[in-house]
């Protein structure tokens, strides 16, 4: 059963930089692609960004384009998520997720992490 758990969030002003962390265990790990989505209070959960594991070809939402970057260390099974230029829309529970089909822009997945919290302060 493959787990994933994330690390990283917190509390940081508008303008500053956060690096989430997402490390996958339990079995044999090779999904098509890892992703990081998001929730914020009484909004759907979105998708954020995603990288395919084996090339490593990255997605991004519109709204974190230029501002966000995601990557993977094969060797580690762990997927970052870079968060620069942070905004105060950018407040949200972040889920690390996984899954093995090809459509990644979605947030249809096959595993989530149980969720770490950021908060970006104006």
């Known amino acids: 059963q493959v787990q994933l758990v994330e690390s990283g969030g917190g509390l940081v002003q508008a303008g500053g930089s956060l690096r989430l962390s997402c490390a996958a265990s339990?079995?044999?790990?090779?999904?098509?692609?890892m992703a990081w989505l998001r929730q914020a209070p009484g909004e759907e959960r979105e998708f954020v960004a995603a990288?395919?594991?084996?090339?490593?070809?990255?997605y991004y939402a519109d709204s974190v384009k230029g501002r966000f970057t995601i990557s993977r260390d094969n060797a580690k099974n762990t997927v970052y998520l870079q968060m620069n230029s942070l905004k105060p829309e950018d407040t949200a529970v972040y889920y690390c997720?996984?899954?093995?089909?090809?459509?990644?822009?979605?947030?249809?997945?096959?595993?989530w992490g149980q969720g770490t919290q950021v908060t970006v302060s104006s």
């Open positions: 997720a996984a899954k093995h089909s090809f459509v990644v822009v979605t947030t249809k997945y096959d595993y």
């Open positions: 990288i395919t594991w084996s090339r490593g070809i990255t």
């Open positions: 339990g079995g044999t790990f090779s999904p098509y692609a």
